[in-house]
């Protein structure tokens, strides 16, 4: 059945410059661990030359979205990759070396 766009076989392609223009999230009240959180984050896209945003997410109703409990949280294309705790810049080069998988 067609009607609405259901059944039909639509196929997506996702490029390396999709996933390289999405951006990375920074969960968080804005207290200096989140603050911190997103600074390290910044130095780890420079560090591996990765052109990408970084956004900072202060609602709670959108962190709960997540599923994230305790802040400050990562979100790296739309998955919760740490929360709770202040990732160092070398962790956050090996989480978005996995999962960015381009670096």
Do not use: W
Not at 55 to 79: C, N, Q, R, S, W
Not at 90 to 103: D, S
């Amino acid at each position: 059945m067609a009607l609405f766009g259901f059944g039909k076989n639509k196929k997506t392609q996702t490029t390396q410059q999709d996933s390289v223009s999405s951006p990375v999230k920074v969960l968080g009240s804005g207290c200096a661990s989140c603050n911190q959180l997103e600074e390290n984050t910044r130095q780890a896209l420079i560090e591996l030359g990765m052109d990408t945003a970084i956004e900072h997410v202060t609602d709670f109703v959108a962190i709960a979205a997540y599923g994230v409990m305790t802040t400050p949280a990562l979100v790296v294309d739309g998955k919760a990759l740490s929360s709770g705790k202040v990732l160092s810049k070398e962790e956050v080069v090996v989480l978005l070396k996995e999962t960015r998988g381009n670096a």
